[in-house]
């Protein structure tokens, strides 16, 4: 009941114009990384109050929403399970942490992936070994490689910077924009907090880094030293 409940819920809040808009944005077209996925044009503030009012949901109908086509189930799906897990006990955060990571699949655009990540697979890995993440990253497959990427947010916020680099070395070449995006973000939060040693990572790849990684990463740097490196002077 609470399954069908929450898709009607979803339902009533569709917006033509708004779906229209984020099929563009979300670049849903043949070919493009997110084909065949179906925007019903709920706003995020809209999908922040479902999830919020469906925190009981059980693990099987998260399920049910990660399956689905449609944006929206998932990304509520996701926005649920986020605040399952701040609410867990250890056993329970393991437990949604597993489901999470084997859900790769239908974590399958960026603001899935940013959204979640770092509060799921980052919090949980935040004092354990890191091995799934470097599986991650060296796939071949998209969502996989930002995962891994932007869960490094949360070490990131703990002043816990050497998977980070690591992470962003393996995907130093990739040859997709949403990972040049990803690395680019998360060498930029690093060097919030650690401008020199994410200079020292940069000295050593800006010159060989693709062009849209370099300019996330320096984005906050003052504008003299910016040129600099965007003119190959450093």
Known sequence: MRLQSIKKEIKSFANKEKKAIYQRFFKTGKGDYGEGDIFLGLTTPQSKEIAKKYIDLSLKDLQILLNSKIHEHR????????????????????????????????????????????????????????????????????????????????????????????????????????????????????????????????????????RTMLRYAIERFEETKRQKYLKGKI
Request: charged residues 30%.
């Open 75 to 210: 990304s509520i799906a996701l926005g649920i399970l986020v605040r399952q897990y701040a609410k867990a006990d250890s056993k329970e955060q393991k437990q949604i942490f597993n489901f999470y990571m084997k859900n790769y699949n239908n974590i399958n655009n960026w603001d899935l992936v940013d959204c979640s990540a770092y509060k799921i697979a980052g919090l949980y890995l935040l004092n354990k070994d890191k091995k799934i993440l470097y599986d991650f990253a060296r796939s071949k497959h998209l969502w996989k490689k930002r995962i891994a990427m932007i869960t490094c947010f949360q070490f990131i916020r703990h002043k816990e910077f050497v998977d980070t680099l690591k992470i962003a070395r393996i995907l130093l070449h990739d040859k997709h924009d949403l990972i040049h995006k990803a690395v680019g973000w998360m060498l930029r939060e690093l060097g919030k907090r650690d401008q020199a040693l994410e200079e020292r990572f940069l000295k050593r790849y800006y010159n060989t880094m693709p």
